[in-house]
């Protein structure tokens, strides 16, 4: 079975709201559902590295330290692939918003309560909601 490595990282701004992005209505993949920034690790590269690239990429925002947090692990039998998906917590330090058009054709900063109001990929609620009610091991001390 083949692997595939994808990170995503939730950005904060100065008001603790987090940064989601809609995929576009033309993506093959979950169109019009919020995402976190995120993509496929390049080979070699380290997931805190791949992590801070993505965002970029995604969002032409730099992030400052990026620190994993969550981890999904799913099978796609159809590709007879396992996906693990990293995601990092990461505070916004730069940058204006520019979005790929053809990828994701919105943003939005939300304070985390207000997740339930858009239609988000499947791991994105388990994270964010992990954060909100605390309940992350991290989270305790």
């Known amino acids: ?51 801070i690239r993505e965002a970029k990429e995604e969002t032409n ?28 917590l990461a505070k916004y330090s730069g940058g ?3 979005l790929d058009q053809r990828s994701h054709d919105e943003y939005k900063w939300i304070n985390i309560s207000d997740l339930a109001k858009y239609k988000t990929v499947d791991f994105l609620a388990d994270c964010l909601n992990s954060l909100a009610s605390r309940k992350h091991p991290l989270l305790s001390y």
Not at 2 to 22: A, C, M, P, S, Y
Not at 61 to 88: H, R, Y
């Open 61 to 88: 925002l730099d992030v400052q330290e990026p620190c994993l947090f969550f981890q999904k692990s799913n099978i796609d039998t159809g590709k007879n692939k396992q996906f693990v998906t990293l995601v990092f």
């Open 1 to 51: 079975m083949n692997k595939g490595l994808i990170v995503h990282t939730v950005i904060f701004n100065d008001k603790n709201e987090v940064l989601i992005t809609r995929r576009a209505s033309t993506d093959d993949f979950l169109p019009e559902h919020w995402d976190i920034p995120g993509g496929t690790l390049e080979d070699g590269e380290d997931p805190q590295i791949g992590a």
């Open 96 to 98: 204006e918003i520019v």
